[in-house]
């Protein structure tokens, strides 16, 4: 398997390849061998060289990019010399790209016309998110896919279609192994002291065989993620396999384990809300409505999620917060604000953050100081309603690495983790 | 010119290839043509094709990792494979390693004398940074260079000896030029509408030789960005040629330019804001808290970013920003929003968003139904300042294609761009 990525930016480095990284991890989580990667710029003749190259080397190739309907998207093109056929302009293609621009009352622009340009012999996977259509060539015993290089058009059409058919070929070649892999979210720890607190237990599954195995991803801010990857002669066998396995480390990890998968630190702090029937308001300083952002990505927030306010100006927190006037950046303001924005918003729980994003230091602060305030969680022995909430509330001060943006989007995220881990404690019936 | 990176943790998506992507800007600076990248595991027989298919369709390639001292470091040997030469240990080389493990007080374990192997025909690039030493191969009459694959250790040692060596060998062949891009970012118009709106200009150039170049990048969310790219015999003149080309396509393309390379469509707003002296706040209920969270990302947006409002419950709409009872997503609900935060929060311009971002409708409405308010801009004469500022108000209703999040990040971005063609239009004398 080869991923042959197309467009002169990635060439030039005005775009870092982050598709065939995605692209690496999905094919590996199918059970997909990847072997190789390649990038060639606009260009017809070293593009038909890149993809020649990546058949003559593999028995199946995925080319992004260059679908688009403007004169460099040159990959219909490119790929019909490599398959030697002719483009055929494909009238039902044709019809569903005139109907995405109909649908947004706008014309279609005749450009988009050769979007509906597929090579002899090669099928069609369908657009639904952008108007360019992927490809399915064979050739030979071969095959190669194109498709779109805008990533949220990629990532749709490889998970509905790519995996699928290749899936499909290796099943008919009777490779039936199935690989199932199971990513558990964690944070908190550094990736050598949770590698630390796994090392027995990676030690152990070496001399067992290594089914299943462990990796270890740091995603930047979002997080260190463990993966577990077991191989079995079904599905169902792999997937019992991963499962024992994710009960193990969460035996070892305790509540450093957020989610799975795509669970997010959101995900798990609006479940726990729902289920203790409370509510939430967030006053925002520092992260500037990134925390209330993030909050509303999950589905059926509006059961839980009251609102929030963005106090970027210190006379919005005088004013509306209730604030003392005077410095902002302290642990009583943090905690004043998630008093402030729970009585202006009539929640159960109140968040209130304020900090430093730098790259200049605040009120004699260093740049990454945050503090996180947290008002209203039911204190013990009351678990669950909104009836027996005290006005308690507990402050935790961080200080942060990175720039600007880091601070804020570790910021956020640790705000959300606060909750989390006293909503867990409440489940737990030793809350407060 | 190819670069060839090496590494199985690539492959599988575990690592993102930003060195590649380093080394585009870097060469392209230089005025190196890079025509394909590739990314290869550790895999002896794989390593060799890859560096062999390289050095066919290339002058110059450049690998990158693979040269520490673990088992799975074969890059030096698979050179020596490609030269058809054996790998003799440099005693000097071997000096240098262990001076650095002296020096930090710790003893060298036997696998770091690997690092000391060079192919017979080769030139050494000293370390100065990690253990590896780089190497510098000539093959026939082209030339492979090996880099360290920790970012550091590459950066330093391109840097330092390989670009030098590169137009060295441009040199005494008589090629020496610089590359230099610039790109325009634009909302509103489709890839295909920008197409054709620049298309003649596009064959122009074509027809005069290509100099400079015209691309475009769809870059999902963020807009649609115009790469122009020139050559020169100096980086002034190619400079020259970018800025003359901008010109042109700015008479062409008018306020659908926003910025150019890194500037954001809130840094195109708060500039103008600033320029004009006035405060904004924001409303938000669709976007919850996207906006304001870019807002904040522009430096120095507290001179002119007051806060905001998140409304996801529509309690908090009633009671805070005064819309009447009924149904919230409506364009009078968005007006109302917009003149609810900017009496709430004391700016001089308000903005309120709701819409529906999915997968269900909501009110009867379509996901992806946006309405925009905004109030608060100087009527037409009363240019800047805050005083004359009218009370009245304009709602655009957009129809936005894609899932919940892309709903969100789409409708965030048209509110911005709103705010940013009025403050133009006063800019321009004919406001409001």
């Given at each position: 398997m080869e991923v042959v990525a197309i467009g002169t930016e990635l060439l030039l480095g005005q775009v870092v390849n982050t598709n065939a990284a995605w692209l690496g991890e999905e094919l590996a989580a199918a059970g997909m061998d990847a072997n190789y990667q390649s990038v060639v710029g606009d260009n017809h003749d070293r593009m038909v060289l890149a993809m020649r190259t990546a058949l003559a080397r593999n028995d199946a190739v995925i080319v992004c990019g260059g679908?688009?309907?403007?004169?460099?998207?040159i990959t219909r093109e490119a790929i019909a010399t490599v398959m030697n056929v002719a483009l055929k302009r494909d009238k039902e293609v044709l019809e569903r790209i005139r109907n995405r621009f109909r649908s947004a009352s706008r014309e279609m622009p005749?450009?988009?016309?050769?979007?509906a340009d597929v090579p002899e012999g090669a099928s069609v996977i369908g657009q639904?998110?952008?108007?360019a259509p992927g490809l399915i060539c064979p050739i030979g015993h071969k095959v190669l896919y194109a498709v779109p290089g805008v990533p949220a058009e990629l990532k749709e059409m490889v998970s509905r279609a790519v995996i699928a058919d290749l899936k499909a070929r290796a099943a008919s070649r009777g490779e039936q192994a199935a690989i199932v892999s199971r990513t558990l979210r964690t944070w908190g720890l550094s990736e050598s002291a949770l590698g630390e607190k796994v090392a027995g237990r990676v030690h152990e599954l070496d001399r067992a065989g290594g089914n299943p195995t462990i990796a270890f991803l740091a995603s930047g801010v979002e997080g260190i993620k463990i993966r577990v990857t077991a191989k079995g002669p079904t599905h169902k066998a792999a997937t019992e396999i991963v499962e024992a396995e994710e009960e193990e480390l969460r035996a070892v990890l305790g509540e450093v384990v957020?989610?799975?998968?795509?669970?997010t630190m959101e995900h798990a702090a609006g479940k726990l809300l729902l289920e203790n029937g409370l509510t939430l308001a967030v006053a925002e300083s520092v992260t500037g409505g990134l925390v209330s952002s993030r909050l509303v990505n999950v589905p059926g927030a509006s059961r839980w999620f009251r609102g929030g306010l963005v106090a970027y100006d210190s006379e919005v927190k005088y004013s509306l917060?209730?604030?003392?006037?005077?410095?902002?950046?302290t642990q009583s303001a943090a905690l004043a604000m998630a008093a402030g924005v729970r009585d202006l918003l009539h929640s159960d729980i109140g968040l209130g953050i304020t900090g430093v994003a730098g790259p200049q230091g605040q009120e004699g602060q260093a740049p990454g100081t945050v503090h996180i305030g947290l008002v209203g969680i039911p204190a013990k022995?009351?678990?669950?309603?909104?009836?027996?909430?005290?006005r308690q509330g507990e402050v935790l001060t961080l200080r942060l690495p990175g720039d600007r943006q880091q601070v804020r989007q570790l910021a956020a995220i640790s705000m959300v983790d606060l909750l989390r881990r006293r909503l867990l404690a409440i489940a737990a019936g030793n809350g407060g």
């Open positions: 679908l688009g309907p403007t004169q460099d998207d005749r450009s988009n016309e050769r979007q639904t998110i952008g108007t957020f989610g799975i998968d795509d669970e917060l209730g604030l003392a006037e005077g410095p902002v950046v022995g009351s678990p669950g309603g909104s009836l027996g909430l005290e």
